[in-house]
């Protein structure tokens, strides 16, 4: 889940690990974008930081972030852009008519020229590493994870983590790396960010050895329904409608479900403000059986869970967040810019979760 700057400057995606017989099941969740804050200003605010890569966009790229936030910022504390498509996409259903068509395909746009804009930022920053020591470097830490699960519909994790030093780098971890289900067009020549991705047949959903699984839970901004022609992407309301279009994405769904059913399972959540149902449910139900084990790295740390959304209380037992506090075993308020950056203290909290 895209939350607040929790993608690599700031943070990636959701990650499981899984190890063998009693070894636990490790997961990390969170992006830029996140849904717990998916107000664009968040976004806005990250490129700002980024000059450098701010300068590679174009000034109508620009604008458009600016305009975009502001349609977005009258949605503040309802979910930010994505509760305004919300809003547009209720109003379609209950008047059908071509004018609020219009809007959503507008909004629409809008979001996916926005996608495009963050991409080509992204691909200015030479690397999203704070550390020279490979040690304290992010991406150490990203090789430990048995699976990256990611709300992000961005392509910051494909430019800088799926990269061609992939397998040299993971130090014997990994064979390679794969988006299950997915493949590129064209396949050969191009990096995988500058790609489409295409869903793949269902006989075809499978799990390579020795590869790191990354899925997408949300699609992405370079994910082609061939079908429709149209992008891939999960947002505004119903998602668990959405997603049960989608073959490709009600698998991966039904993946994080079956990771976190494992015994001893330890799901870490960077940035993600539990603002999506259908996740909090799946976590929500692996709490209940007692066998998940969970750290949060979050500005507001284990308080973020008090800002869950009502329907995934009636999955609890007890007091509404019983299951779920009484799962956690830590937390850091740290951006992982800092915590990957020099603060050996949180640094050192952090790589514990995988002792």
């Not at 930010?80 to 629409?108: T, W």
């Amino acid at each position: 889940m895209r939350g607040g700057e929790a993608a690599v400057p700031v943070s990636p995606g959701l990650r499981l690990q899984q190890h063998t017989a009693a070894a636990p099941l490790e997961s990390l969740l969170c992006s830029l974008v996140g849904r717990s804050a998916s107000d664009i200003q968040e976004v806005r605010k990250f490129l700002l930081e980024q000059r450098a890569s701010l300068r590679a966009l174009s000034r109508a790229a620009r604008w458009h972030l600016v305009s975009l936030g502001k349609f977005a910022w009258k949605h503040k504390g309802l979910g930010g852009f994505e509760a305004a498509l919300s809003h547009l996409q209720s109003e379609l259903d209950r008047r059908q008519d071509g004018a609020s068509e219009q809007r959503v395909a507008k909004l629409e746009s809008a979001i996916s020229e926005m996608f495009a804009d963050m991409n080509k930022a992204f691909s200015a920053i030479e690397s999203f590493e704070s550390h020279n020591s490979p040690e304290y470097q992010l991406r150490s830490c990203l090789f430990r994870f048995d699976a990256i699960f990611s709300l992000n519909q961005d392509v910051l994790m494909e430019q800088h983590y799926l990269t061609s030093s992939f397998v040299a780098a993971s130090r014997g971890r990994w064979n390679g790396w794969q988006i299950p289900g997915m493949e590129p067009i064209p396949p050969e020549g191009v990096q995988p960010h500058e790609m489409n991705w295409v869903p793949m047949d269902a006989s075809e959903f499978v799990l390579k050895e020795k590869c790191q699984p990354y899925f997408k839970l949300h699609g992405s901004s370079t994910w082609i329904d061939d079908r429709s022609g149209r992008e891939m992407l999960i947002i505004g309301g119903d998602k668990p409608s959405a997603i049960e279009r989608h073959p490709i994405l009600r698998w991966n769904h039904e993946q994080f479900k079956t990771y976190l059913s494992k015994p001893d399972t330890r799901l870490m959540v960077i940035g993600y403000g539990f603002g999506d149902n259908h996740i909090n449910d799946a976590i929500g139900e692996a709490a209940n059986r007692k066998n998940l084990r969970l750290f949060i790295i979050d500005p507001l740390g284990v308080d973020v869970l008090t800002k869950i959304p009502r329907p995934l209380t009636i999955h609890l037992l007890g007091s509404p967040f019983e299951q779920l506090e009484s799962s956690v075993i830590g937390a850091s308020r740290r951006t992982l810019r800092e915590i990957f950056g020099g603060d050996t203290v949180e640094h050192g909290k952090v790589m514990r979760f995988f002792n």
